[in-house]
C-alpha cells in the first residue's frame, strides 16, 4: 500500500463524465442539498443533517480526516453540469497490514438511476489498485439495498458474506451488513 500516494496531495481522479475531487466550502449548498434528505441515508450508518450550518462544518471535519491520514472524502462532480457536486465517495479503515481499504458511497436523490455511482466506484478502484497497490477494497452493504449491491457487482465486487447483527450504525442501531469485497487479482476493467 503506498498510503503517500493516498495522502501527499488530495487526489483528484476523474473519468469522461466526472470528477472525484476535493468539497470545498464553495460546495456547501450541494453539500446540504445531499445531507438534507432522509431518503438519502436509509440504508448509511449516517444520520441526516438538517442544518446548513452542521454541514458547514462537516468540510472541515473532511479537511482534518485527511490530514490525520484515517479517511478520504471525494465530491463526485459531474463535468457536464459545471461540476455541480452530486454525491460523495470515500475511503476509510485502512489496513496496512492487511493492504485492504473500505468504499463507501452515496448520491442526492436526483442523480439515482443514472450510472453515477458505478462509474465513481470505477474511478475509485482504478486508482486503489493501479496509484496506490492496495491488494482488498471491500464495501460493507445493508441486506436491503439492492442498488447499492448492484453497483459494487457491477464493478467486479463478489458477495463475500453476511455478518448477521455486526455493527452498530448510528441512527440504524445494530444491523446485519453483507460483505462485497474485490482483489487486485480479480481486477480486470
Given at each position: 500500500m503506498n498510503i503517500e500516494k493516498l495522502f501527499e496531495n488530495f487526489p483528484v481522479l476523474e473519468s469522461e463524465h466526472?470528477?472525484?475531487?476535493?468539497?470545498?466550502?464553495?460546495?456547501?449548498?450541494?453539500?446540504?442539498?445531499?445531507?438534507?434528505?432522509?431518503?438519502?441515508?436509509?440504508?448509511?450508518?449516517i444520520i441526516p443533517k438538517?442544518?446548513?450550518?452542521?454541514?458547514?462544518?462537516?468540510?472541515?471535519?473532511?479537511?482534518?480526516?485527511?490530514?490525520?491520514?484515517s479517511r478520504i472524502k471525494w465530491g463526485i462532480f459531474q463535468k457536464n453540469q459545471s461540476n455541480k457536486l452530486v454525491g460523495i465517495i470515500e475511503c476509510m479503515d485502512f489496513n496496512a497490514k492487511v493492504n485492504m481499504v473500505s468504499i463507501g458511497y452515496f448520491l442526492a436523490e436526483e442523480?439515482?438511476?443514472?450510472?453515477?455511482?458505478?462509474?465513481s466506484v470505477q474511478i475509485l478502484i482504478k486508482f486503489l489498485f493501479d496509484e496506490v497497490d492496495i491488494n482488498r477494497i471491500?464495501?460493507?452493504?445493508?441486506?436491503a439495498n439492492e442498488t447499492s449491491k448492484k453497483v459494487l457487482l457491477k464493478n467486479g465486487f463478489m458477495k463475500e458474506g453476511l455478518l448477521r447483527q455486526a455493527t452498530l450504525w448510528s441512527g440504524k442501531g445494530i444491523?446485519?451488513?453483507?460483505?462485497?469485497?474485490?482483489?487486485?487479482?480479480?481486477?480486470?476493467?
Open positions: 466526472l470528477l472525484l475531487g476535493k468539497i470545498e466550502e464553495a460546495h456547501l449548498q450541494e453539500l446540504f442539498t445531499i445531507y438534507d434528505n432522509d431518503k438519502v441515508f436509509e440504508y448509511c450508518g438538517h442544518n446548513l450550518q452542521t454541514v458547514s462544518k462537516m468540510i472541515g471535519h473532511f479537511d482534518r480526516d485527511f490530514n490525520k491520514k442523480y439515482w438511476g443514472k450510472g453515477i455511482a458505478t462509474e471491500q464495501g460493507e452493504v445493508m441486506p444491523v446485519d451488513l453483507e460483505i462485497f469485497g474485490i482483489l487486485q487479482s480479480d481486477y480486470n476493467f
